[in-house]
């Protein structure tokens, strides 16, 4: 099953189960690193319908290793969407009323160019001959991508965690295309001791022998060993001690006694190894260091002369941000910076803490106030852009 799964996984980088944007040698992008990428694809998924005037469209961003499966199955594990819970006909973000747009990032590895796409200079997997790629290149794609639905501007944007930030560069860099944005559990900059995790990650990933410099497509092999431990390392950061203990403790795995050995003796080591194990089945080692390296490049401030407010100077966008409290990776401290410079940005912004133990990864979960909060803010932003209720 493991091996059908990366199987399907490595045919999802160039022809994805998903519908697929290309862009030819006419229509290339412009990256932060200073090169151009042409061609390039996205792939994406749409549910929903777009009205007449185009004005009920919303884009959904995802985190890190997401994709474009929001709603739907997942063609590689077969799993509901990772936001099924929010998204579909009569939710939240009821698609019978908008039309939600989600599409797998640049650098990624379900259908969009990334490192394990074909180069077609070469025709063989880009690897790290691929440019590397910033939140900023995926938000430019993600406009050649409204732009071909002729939507001028986006109802609604949002995600969380690294989704989170791609909503902040929308707002930041294209606000008159943003009537609402929904930043979630995420940060204007990351943190340094968030970059320190992604480099544990990184070097467990390269120091895996079958990562082979980055060109284990080319010669059949997969750095398992090594993406599994990066993995590992960063779910421990999308949970919280309390969580933790309450799910875990110190219980044993399937055993009354300590083995006095190095296998799973607690659940807690059986159920990371587990998250490792199922995360190298569907999802690309390179693209692995190319999100996490877009995170850590991301700084909003920095770009702006260093002051956060002057990245939305006049935005006309309503902004809604949702932290949670116990949420290490990106604290409610990192939304409340964002929230002082919107306010010093004079713009329209609202904003709720959630209390929870369930870490930086309720926002994936069902989480009735975080509903709440979303609900409300939805139905008040489209009863100002004329949606009806």
Request: with cysteine; glycine share 10%.
């Amino acid at each position: 099953m493991a091996a059908s799964r990366a199987r399907q996984a490595s045919s999802e980088a160039d022809q994805p189960s998903s519908p697929v944007l290309r862009f030819g040698p006419d229509q290339p992008l412009r990256l932060d690193a200073g090169t151009l990428l042409s061609p390039f694809q996205i792939a994406y998924q749409t549910y929903g319908t777009l009205n007449e005037a185009r004005s009920n469209a919303i884009l959904v961003c995802h985190a890190l290793t997401g994709d474009q499966h929001v709603a739907n199955n997942n063609p590689v594990t077969g799993k509901p969407g990772w936001w099924e819970v929010l998204i579909g006909p009569g939710k939240i973000i009821d698609t019978d009323r908008f039309f939600v747009i989600c599409s797998n990032v640049l650098g990624g590895c379900l259908g969009s160019t990334g490192p394990a796409s074909t180069n077609p200079a070469t025709g063989k997997p880009y690897g790290l001959d691929l440019p590397v790629i910033t939140i900023r290149d995926m938000v430019r794609a993600q406009v050649m991508l409204v732009d071909h639905f002729g939507i001028d501007k986006l109802f609604c944007v949002l995600g969380g965690s690294m989704g989170g930030m791609q909503v902040l560069e929308w707002a930041s860099s294209y606000p008159e295309r943003v009537f609402s944005a929904l930043p979630i559990a995420t940060g204007a900059r990351h943190s340094s001791q968030n970059i320190a995790f992604h480099e544990v990650g990184r070097q467990a990933v390269m120091a895996d022998p079958n990562w082979l410099g980055g060109k284990y497509l080319e010669q059949g092999k997969r750095p398992e060993k090594g993406l599994a431990v990066a993995r590992m390392a960063a779910h421990i950061t999308y949970l919280s001690e309390a969580a933790l203990h309450r799910k875990f403790g110190r219980n044993l795995q399937d055993r009354t006694a300590l083995t006095f050995g190095f296998d799973a003796d607690f659940q807690i080591e059986s159920y990371l190894r587990h998250q490792g194990m199922t995360f190298v089945d569907r999802f690309d080692a390179n693209s692995y260091l190319y999100m996490t390296r877009a995170m850590d490049y991301f700084d909003l401030a920095a770009d702006h002369g260093g002051r956060l407010a002057d990245a939305f100077t006049g935005t006309k966008t309503r902004f809604c941000l949702v932290s949670f409290t116990s949420d290490w990776l990106f604290p409610t401290e990192e939304s409340r910076s964002i929230v002082h410079a919107l306010n010093a940005a004079g713009a329209s912004v609202s904003f709720v803490e959630i209390e929870t133990d369930r870490g930086h990864d309720a926002f994936l979960l069902d989480e009735p106030e975080m509903f709440a909060a979303i609900s409300g803010f939805i139905a008040s932003a489209a009863r100002a852009r004329g949606l009806g209720a």
